[in-house]
């Protein structure tokens, strides 16, 4: 069947409607399709899994799911036809049993491409992608038999899905059109609904202080370049610093590694941070319950909350740490660790989208993410799924890509920036250079050159 034939077809059996419909929203559409009763005309449903397969028979997928009800049985033909398993989640929430959310074998990981009917908004798409995703299925293609959206391309690509469609609406009002089976006035009903529409909504985008604080801090200095300073003593801190600090725009600590730590340090390295211009950042990634952590931040030797105004936070022990931290202390944030750089890390995709949801729920005391990546388009991918306009921080980068003996993971300076860091951060490609203050120059200047490229 050609695409044509699969057009006049849907109309002959009256799954393409036009006329004045009444939608869920309220809004009067001029056309409606629903192709439900497909399934009752084998023909048609063979037909529109040939195209189907055509389409998608080249893309890189392991298992196919239809959306139910009305895609799945088009996503069960097409999948028999290409010998891929099939997948499907349960449309009512499951309380009893097996508590099994997904019906079919699949590994984890497995790539899954998604077959629906119609695509209107998107919305519920991504609902099912992130759905997919929570139970470790990876989601990257839509497939939808009719485009009826205005936009709905772009709103999947803000989330890192690619959009295939078998039809769109332009496509089916042309064919009708020249077949003389709707009128011109229709036609400009048509598509004067779909402009109306496709009007952006303007919405504010809340950013948390700390966030801005940094952006404007990057502009400031012209640079995006976060070094970490893991050194021993003070000396060695304080003399690298003199040699780099001018360079960069935040200077990460570990605090607790400085063996002659004592109550000279915090305020000798605050005055620098006011000289030198940059941010501090204390890479403690505290885990603990909220209590704890409140303690750990604030009472002890080093007082982390007196001076670092950002920490990293693990999400290990739920949500609530970040309360733990941050509550009632003003101008201090997480940085979330929701990919780390390491070989072997846990932090799978489930629990990478936990944090988004964390930081979702918490924006005012979450600045930004850390996290890494393997390739541009896999931090791409990691990026489109932040909540809200969270800053991506990723360490384990160097020059050339590559490891070290004990697990870190490196990628360049431009793949990291290109794919979508803010900031990169950077510790021994800059601490253990021949001329350490030659190499910040060459990194500050090879991440901002990166940077302009894409955020100017
Ligand atoms: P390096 O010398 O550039 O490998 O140092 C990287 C720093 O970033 C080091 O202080 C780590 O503790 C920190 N880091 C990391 O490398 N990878 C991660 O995923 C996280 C932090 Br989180």
Not at 49 to 54: C, K, R, S, T, Y
Not at 134 to 155: C, L, P, Q, W, Y
Not at 239 to 260: A, F, N, R, S, Y
């Amino acid at each position: 069947m050609t695409k044509e034939h699969f057009i006049l077809e849907l109309q002959r059996i009256g799954a393409i409607k036009f006329g004045s419909f009444t939608l869920k929203s309220g809004l009067v559409s001029p056309f409606y399709f629903d192709l439900r009763d497909m399934i009752s005309f084998p023909e048609i449903l063979e037909g529109v899994a040939d195209l189907l397969v055509e389409k998608i028979k080249d893309m890189d997928f392991d298992v196919i799911t239809g959306i139910p009800y009305t895609a799945l049985p088009i996503a069960s033909l097409v999948a028999s036809k290409l010998q891929k398993s099939l997948i499907y989640m349960r449309k009512e929430e499951k309380a009893y049993g097996t508590g099994k959310n997904v019906i079919g074998k699949f590994k984890e990981g497995a790539k899954c491409l998604v077959i629906d009917d119609l695509i209107t908004t998107g919305a519920s798409k991504i609902e099912t992608a992130e759905a997919y995703e929570k139970e470790g299925i990876v989601i990257k293609d839509f497939v939808v038999v009719i485009d009826r959206s205005a936009n709905g391309t772009e709103e999947l690509a803000k989330k890192g899905y690619k959009l295939h469609s078998l039809i769109d609406l332009d496509e089916i009002v042309e064919l009708l059109k020249s077949k003389k089976l709707i009128s011109n006035e229709k036609v400009k009903e048509v598509n004067d609904f779909t402009a109306s529409i496709s009007k952006p909504k303007k919405k504010e985008k809340y950013i948390n202080p700390l966030t801005q604080k940094l952006l404007d801090r990057i502009q400031e200095k012209k640079s995006n370049l976060v070094l970490s300073l893991d050194v021993t003593t003070q000396k060695e801190f304080f003399d690298m610093l003199d040699k780099v600090g001018d360079e960069i725009v935040m200077l990460k600590t570990h605090v607790d590694i400085i063996d002659d730590y004592d109550e000279k340090f915090v305020p000798k390295l605050q005055e620098y941070a006011a000289r030198q211009h940059f941010l501090i950042f204390e890479d403690r990634k505290f885990a603990d319950i909220g209590n704890t952590v409140r303690h750990q931040f604030r009472n002890g030797v080093y007082k982390i909350a007196d001076w670092a105004e950002y920490v990293t936070v693990h999400m290990v022990a739920g949500e609530l740490i970040l309360k733990g931290l941050f509550e009632g202390i003003e101008g201090r944030a997480g940085f979330v660790l929701a990919r780390m750089s390491s070989q072997g890390n846990l932090l799978n995709e489930t629990y990478t989208r936990k944090c988004f949801e964390a930081a979702k729920k918490n924006p005012q005391w979450v600045a930004g993410f850390i996290g890494h990546g393997n390739s541009v388009d896999d931090i791409k991918r990691f990026k489109a799924k932040f909540p809200g306009s969270e800053l991506l921080m990723m360490p384990g980068v160097k020059k050339e890509a590559g490891s070290d003996t004990m697990g870190q993971k490196y990628i360049t300076i431009e793949d990291a920036v290109s794919g979508g860091a803010d900031c990169i951060i950077v510790g021994r490609g800059i601490l253990q250079a021949e001329d350490p203050q030659k190499e910040v120059k060459l990194y500050r200047e090879r991440a901002w050159k990166e940077y302009e490229k894409f955020n100017i």
